[in-house]
């Protein structure tokens, strides 16, 4: 158990590093990437952070499932990120939504 | 090359402040998952400072506990951790210039909160040395997490999830997302990224959140095409 759960977690470590590490240390040898490549990955960011926040508030799960309290708090917080672009505003507020309706509502 | 601009460090350090209870909570919950699944205080230790990536952590210890193959372990890790390729490729030419060194350090660091602060941080400011800002966001993501799956592992204690501070992730990512989506080829991105993610929550292996991302991408090459 010791000796397979240290391996483990070597292989698992390495494994890791190497997808983290993998463009950012092949675009340093091999120049910029194509035009094209270049063009899709400026939508990364829209893309993946949509992806890591809708599910949030949202998701189907062998059932649509909305958590209300987060939903709400999300709405309060994408205006006042729209309003404001402020990264603390946005927070602070969704924050404050949040426990408002959990604990005071 | 010099050293990282302090001013641009503590300006990472800032944003990356409201992450810092979320980052605990859930390092405290991989630390205590790890010490009920069997694992010594060293292998809890070996595995957030060699894997670093708190999903795939949680994801391996439960099927550690649960007794499943070296093979099944070793896969889900690299499948929950593949979007960090996305991640490496998306912000691998604004650290093209910095010594070899300094890229290995920096993929090392590589998170989502790490890459979404910087990669937007880049985009609305013009940054002469990317490495500071980047370092003041990781790091003290990396230092917090380490020290709260210690303190998880020994103390055997977890912040209420009533309490809600988790929500600041997702929240950040919010914050970040509106400026983002700031032409129609990224509202399509995020649009149908952000669907395709929710329908997908369900499956194995956050691949709702790789087959969201995939389909964002190509939402936003066909609404630039059509344009």
Same mark, same amino acid.
């Given at each position: ?25 092949? !675009? =340093?040898?091999?120049?910029? +990437? ?7 990955? *400026?939508? %990364?960011?829209? $893309? &993946?952070? @949509? ?6 508030? !949202? =998701?189907?799960?062998?059932? +649509? ?7 709400? *708090?999300? %709405?309060?917080? $994408? &205006?006042? @990120? ?24 | ?227």
């Amino acid at each position: 158990m010791n000796t397979w759960l240290w391996g483990l977690i070597l292989v698992a470590g390495v494994l890791t590093f190497s997808i983290r590490y993998s463009f950012i240390y092949l !675009v =340093a040898k091999t120049g910029d +990437l194509p035009p094209r490549a270049k063009r899709v990955l *400026a939508y %990364v960011p829209p $893309a &993946v952070f @949509a992806a890591l926040v809708i599910p949030e508030f !949202v =998701a189907y799960d062998a059932g +649509l499932h909305v958590a209300p309290d987060q939903l709400t *708090a999300g %709405v309060v917080a $994408a &205006v006042v @990120a729209y309003r404001t672009e402020n990264l603390f505003a946005t927070i602070l507020s969704g924050m404050l939504a949040l426990w408002t309706l959990r604990f005071l509502l | 090359m010099s050293i990282p601009d302090p001013s641009e460090i503590r300006r990472g350090a800032r944003d990356v402040l409201p992450l810092v209870p979320a980052i605990a909570g859930f390092g405290l919950v991989v630390g205590v998952a790890a010490g009920n699944a069997g694992f010594t205080i060293p292998q809890a230790i070996g595995l957030s400072v060699f894997v670093f990536a708190g999903a795939s952590q949680l994801a391996a210890i439960e099927l550690v506990r649960d007794g499943a193959p070296f093979l099944v372990v070793v896969v889900t890790v690299v499948v929950i951790n593949l979007r960090m390729m996305m991640y490496s490729a998306s912000i691998s030419s604004y650290f093209r210039d910095h010594a070899e060194r300094w890229r290995a350090a920096l993929a090392y660091l590589l998170t989502d909160q790490a890459y979404a602060l910087s990669i937007s941080h880049y985009r609305e400011n013009d940054v002469d040395d990317t490495r500071a800002y980047y370092l003041g966001v990781a790091f003290p993501l990396w230092a917090v997490w380490q020290t709260c799956t210690i303190v998880g592992i020994v103390a055997g204690a977890n912040i209420p999830d009533s309490w809600g501070i988790t929500f600041a992730v997702p929240l950040v990512f919010l914050a970040l997302l509106v400026p983002a989506m700031k032409d129609r080829e990224s509202t399509a991105a995020a649009a149908v990224s952000g669907t395709v993610a929710a329908a997908g929550a369900g499956l194995p292996l956050n691949l709702g959140l790789l087959a969201g991302a995939g389909c964002g991408l190509l939402a936003a090459v066909v609404a630039g095409d059509v344009a």
